[in-house]
């Protein structure tokens, strides 16, 4: 058997693979830019629907909102840049999960009803989320063995929902973000999302080199151009925000522990485990290196470490953003110091909210027009590992065609789940965990169980399922 030996260099040195890659400062900036502008939407909506849950002024709404961009530029450098054992070192963006809104709120109208005042909601939310990102952060090392259970085609599965699940985010963008604001779902919305998705593909196929990776930043600021005239843009954000705020630790009082809230939050940090373990394994394969059980862990162990010290500078729990997969594939930008290029940003967008209010100045329908790109990049990708998995197998069939049904549920018919137990509601309400669930599940049934089971012995963790028959299935 022939010996595999590392490549090398014409002087003898090990190449510097893509990811561990440091590119000049000015493409630093830019393509790091293009990672904020991709998740930034994603995480000030959040705070955003959880202060107004909860009755905050604008004053205080603004500090929830650059609180959530400081911690999660905090949790981006931890995950990129890596202290220990602790970080994926991947172009792993992370920021706020917006798997626990829901719970947050419900948690916010239980506190509110049982102490009566706002003010004692937010506090009963972060004792919660603080002990949710300690069980994270020891649990990692045990949940990161689960990876036996992802072999290629439930990864396939897992990455095709992440962007068929987020394609609905960008066309709701596209119509002009909430049912409620001016102009939804009108033809110049609608137009102006078009127009931007034209400006991306356009760049894609015209540029080359470095503006061709640039082309999604080129497309939202020709988009955010267009709205200008259109009526769609709207500067008032930029002159009433402050222009440095430094964090004040328990802004909004100490943190207090109710057991009802840990365990809803608790549940919630679950989920939200198992997709960033999807994620990153995604992201492994998107950048050709492998995320392993070490990686997972140290992965995790990020999320859970930034969870449980975002509510310290009022933030909320910290998970992956997998639209930025999308842009890593996208891009074919591989650089870990890239997306921590975009964590530093992130850090100054906080601690100066008038720079984060010039960010937000690209307007729903334009997000919506890059999004349909990123998002239906993460898709295709899935697709391309189901082809490099094989189909030929029954079993292979029936596990992603069950599991993309289970997934597409909540995303079809999002109340789908609403009678059910709470429980069951925040695990299953995500099409991501739901089809996550039942492709694992169905992997264990058809290639651990049993005689399938023992037919895996000697075989490496990752690649847990047998390979796909030659012939017939």
Known sequence: ??????????????????????????????????????????????????????????????????????????????????????????????????????????????????????????????????????????????????????????????????????????????????????????????????????????????????????SLLIGLAVGTAAAFPLGLADFSAVGDAQVFALPSPFHFGGPQFDAAAIVSMCIVMVVSMTESTADMLALGRIVDREADEPTLAAGLRADGLATAVSPVFNGFACSAFAQNIGLVA????????????????????????????????????????????????VAASGIRTLAEAGMESTSHTILVSVSLGVGIIPIAVPTFYDGFPEAVRTLMHSGISAGCLAAVLLNLLFHHVGSAGRSLQGVPPWQSSPPPPTGGS
């Open 1 to 214: 058997m022939a010996l595999r030996t590392t490549p090398r260099t014409d002087d003898g040195s090990t190449p510097t693979h893509p990811v561990d890659e440091v590119l000049s400062p000015p493409k630093l900036f830019g393509t790091g830019l293009q990672h904020v502008a991709a998740m930034y939407a994603g995480v000030v909506a959040p705070p955003l629907i959880v202060g107004a849950g909860v009755g905050l002024t604008p004053g205080e709404l603004a500090l929830l909102i650059s609180a959530s961009l400081f911690t999660a530029g905090l949790a981006t450098l931890l995950q990129t840049l890596g202290v220990w054992r602790i970080g994926a070192r991947l172009p792993f963006v992370n920021g706020v999960s917006f798997a626990g809104v829901a719970p947050m709120l419900a948690i916010a109208k239980g506190s509110i009803e049982s102490k009566g005042g706002p003010k004692d909601a937010l506090p009963v939310i972060f004792g919660a989320v603080i002990v949710a990102g300690v069980l994270c952060f020891l649990a990692a090392p045990y949940f990161c063995r689960l990876v036996r259970f992802f072999p290629p085609v439930v990864q396939g599965t897992v990455i095709t929902l992440i962007g068929v699940s987020l394609l609905p985010v960008a066309v709701n963008w596209a119509r002009g973000g909430s049912p409620g604001a001016p102009g939804y779902g009108s033809a110049k919305a609608v137009g102006l999302a078009a127009f931007t998705l034209g400006a991306v593909v356009l760049g894609n196929r015209l540029l080359r080199g470095f503006w061709q990776q640039m």
């Open 330 to 377: 996208l891009t074919r930008v591989r650089s870990r110091f890239v997306v921590a290029a975009g964590g530093g940003i992130l850090v100054l967008l906080g601690l100066f909210p008038v720079l984060g209010s010039l960010v937000s100045l690209v307007p729903q329908p334009v997000l919506g027009g890059a999004g349909i790109v990123l998002f239906g990049t």
